[in-house]
């Protein structure tokens, strides 16, 4: 595939793989940068290609540590300003601290705006993502964003299983529409969980609504973090006859009690995407599968640098 000079792609130090596949994936080169520490601590990032008058594209997760790796972002974004690039796209696979993203109590934060906020600050005219957590987060960003979703590379890898007697489940309410979509799209039936939430790490999956007895049941989810929400839901949906379980989240963050849960679950294979490293530990899970999300995002960049249309990205696949 051949891109003009005019594209430039610089890789955080969250996820490279990610972002050396999709240089790969568009045939370039990842851009040249060079990042040091001050004494103090302090981290010192250099380009060293020629921005100028480039279209630039810095990917960077910001998965854990999510400070360290944010902070990174936001000085990659400044220095390409700074270096007078064209126009400045920040591809975040994973945005940390998207689930902030409303006050449901008194004295808490909305970092998802915060981050939206530092994000166009530091000097991003555009943000490519892949499932912020909720779509309206895009709202949250005063510059355009470009919203890509997981389910197009899980749902193809679905589909392909060819599972019979399929009832897709919603591990909770907040899922349904995607549950829904995977549904429709890989021809099953459609059940939903109701959770509760007692703290971050702890859940309880409480009524189904559907019927999964006798049934192979996918359950979606966009994030796995410490896997309460999807093994509460596979005990569930287990309890009440269903056959094998698969599990099919974008990012699988893995926090936590995140495997020993996972160990624990009647749940016959967990897909993840790339958007963060599979953790060293989570490799040795033979159920855990991952499958890359570089195709999608290099040719969602291909398209933005172009001025095509992303959004067709949906009804074509990649
Ligand atoms: C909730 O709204 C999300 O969609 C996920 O279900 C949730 O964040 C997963 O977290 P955990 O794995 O810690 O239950």
Do not use: W
């Amino acid at each position: 595939m051949f891109l003009n000079d005019s594209l430039k792609i610089f890789s955080g130090t969250s996820n490279p793989a990610l972002a050396g596949a999709v240089c790969k994936y568009l045939g370039i080169p990842v851009g040249g940068a060079k990042l040091s520490r001050f004494p103090d601590g302090e981290k010192l990032i250099r380009i060293e290609d020629d921005v100028r008058g480039r279209d630039c594209f810095v990917v960077q997760s910001t998965c854990n540590p999510v400070d360290e790796h944010l902070v990174e972002l936001l000085i990659y974004l400044d220095c390409l300003r700074r270096a007078s690039a064209k126009r400045i796209t920040a591809v975040v696979p994973y945005f940390g601290y998207a689930r902030q993203d409303r006050k449901d109590e008194g004295r808490v934060p909305i970092t998802a705006k915060l981050v939206a906020n530092l994000i166009a600050t530091a000097g991003a005219d555009r943000v490519l993502g892949i499932d912020l957590h909720a779509h309206q987060l895009q709202g949250f960003f005063d510059i355009p964003v470009d919203h890509l979703t997981g389910e197009l590379v899980l749902s193809r890898y679905f589909r392909d299983k060819k599972i019979e007697s399929l009832t897709v489940v919603s591990p909770d309410v907040g899922n349904i529409k995607t549950a829904a979509r995977y549904a429709s799209h890989l021809g099953g039936d459609l059940a939903i969980v109701h959770k509760r939430r007692f703290s971050g790490d702890r859940v309880q999956a409480d009524e189904l609504i559907g019927h999964v007895e006798g049934r192979n049941v996918l359950m979606c989810d966009d994030i796995i973090a410490t896997a309460g929400t999807v093994c509460s839901a596979a005990d569930l949906v287990k309890s009440r006859g269903c056959k094998k379980i698969l599990v099919g989240a974008t990012h699988g963050v893995f926090a936590g009690p995140a495997l020993d849960r996972l160990a624990a679950a009647p749940i016959d294979e967990i897909v993840v995407t790339d958007t963060i490293p599979l953790k060293e530990e989570a490799r040795k899970v033979s159920r855990i599968k991952v499958l890359s999300a570089a195709a999608m995002l290099g040719e969602a960049i291909k398209r933005i640098h172009r001025d095509e249309s992303v959004s067709s990205l949906f009804s074509q696949g990649v």
